[in-house]
């Protein structure tokens, strides 16, 4: 039997964006092979605090839990202090002695094989887990420095332009130089494994992307309205539906509509012809079986997009760009519909909101797609093997 501290850097439930999907699906993983005993552990933050209730009363069963609140809100004078100091604001914001020293007393008390990290925040805690010994595994849900570096190209601000660019070369000197000293890396992606195989070469490194469930209502693909659904409060998603109601839609759009909504999202955000902005939305499922063609306007970010999977998973005809199934193997016109062209991407649109076998054909390549790669029973293999060999 393996003993893991499973830490995460936010509470998995309620699953209110792609990161608490991804913590979920390792949680999820963890619990259900009989050869592992979990002790959960996550930092309680403003945006998302532990809410114990929230959690599956099957998982709270069979895994012990814990928490601490940190305080990641930024600040002006946090900020230039790190700047000065050449270090990451990032990364300094998820760290707090308080929390240290919880997790030093559930160390002393309990005996661990090994140690799951959700984020490359959460390396400042590395050297508690290895003063005892314990195994350290980071799951690196992107390349941080790589968000920051692609914010910074499409700034049109240069002083933002010269923070985000700075910002960037502060988490990759901070990933290079950490991720070196832990004992496993678990990436998303193949690309991303790649890079930590480069700079981290004596770190055993593999790449393990996010299990989706693949058991969903059928899709009714007579609904050809379209629908973004994503957190509103991270700037790539911010970014990419700028673009979208700026560039593919500026007119609005003609015999449609397109519903918005997410965490984060105030009813009066944005002001545009066809946008129906519904906020935050209670029900994920509902909200996307309600509407037909999912809409994902990426142009920043790293790692796999977990609205992608999710959206395949559930059958829904989807047109996204180059960087929305970025890691992800699928085709255009097969799988998904692909353009990063404002033009181009409101004429897929059209052609899709009028052409129901096509819609019907790109939902059941993408259910097959999600069912062939990214299935709970493959992947959960794949990581207990990985944290049992390490």
């Not at 979920?24 to 532990?50: D, G, R």
């Not at 941080?144 to 070369?169: T, V």
């Not at 988490?171 to 998303?188: H, M, N, P, Q, W």
Request: aromatic share 12%.
């Amino acid at each position: 039997m393996h003993r893991v501290f499973h830490f995460s850097n936010k509470p998995p439930f309620p699953l209110r964006d792609g990161g608490c999907i991804a913590i979920s699906s390792v949680l999820k993983s963890l619990l259900s092979s009989s050869e592992i005993e979990v002790f959960h552990f996550t930092l309680s933050t403003y945006k998302h605090p532990y809410a114990p209730e929230m959690y599956p009363q099957t998982w709270k069963e069979r895994m012990e839990m814990d928490s601490s609140i940190v305080n990641t809100k930024t600040n002006l004078l946090g900020a230039l202090y790190y700047l000065v100091r050449n270090k990451s604001y990032n990364v300094a914001r998820f760290y707090d002695p308080k929390v240290a020293k919880t997790i030093k007393t559930h160390l002393n008390n309990n005996k661990y094989d090994a140690a799951i990290l959700e984020s490359i925040y959460l390396l400042p805690y590395r050297s508690l887990f290895k003063e005892k010994g314990i195994k350290v595994i980071v799951r690196a849900h992107n390349l941080e420095h790589e968000i920051w570096s692609s914010m910074a190209e499409k700034s049109p601000i240069f002083l933002k332009r010269w923070y985000f660019n700075r910002l960037s070369s502060q988490l990759e000197k901070y990933e290079r130089t950490e991720l070196a000293k832990v004992d496993g890396i678990v990436s998303i992606t193949e690309e991303d494994a790649l890079f930590f195989q480069q700079f981290e070469p004596e770190v055993t490194t593999t790449a393990i992307p996010t299990a989706v469930k693949t058991k969903f209502p059928p899709t009714d693909y007579s609904l050809s309205d379209f629908y973004f659904l994503g957190a509103m409060d991270w700037k790539p998603n911010i970014d990419g539906i700028q673009w979208f109601l700026n560039n593919v839609i500026p007119e609005g759009l003609k015999g449609t509509k397109f519903f918005l909504g997410g965490k984060g999202l105030k009813t009066n955000q944005y002001n545009h012809p066809s946008v129906e902005n519904v906020g935050e939305v209670e029900n994920a499922l509902d909200f996307i079986s309600a509407h037909g063609i999912c809409i994902i306007p990426m142009h920043s970010g790293s790692g796999i997009k977990i609205k992608l999977l999710e959206n395949m998973a559930m059958g829904k005809p989807i047109i996204t760009t180059s960087e929305g199934v970025r890691g992800v193997d699928v085709t255009h016109e097969k799988e998904v519909l692909i353009a990063d062209d404002p033009d181009e991407f409101r004429e897929l649109m059209y052609r899709l909101h009028l052409d129901k076998n096509l819609r019907r054909k790109l939902g059941k390549n993408s259910k097959l797609f999600i069912k062939n790669n990214y299935s709970e029973e493959k992947l959960t293999r794949r990581l207990i093997a990985f944290i049992k060999d390490i």
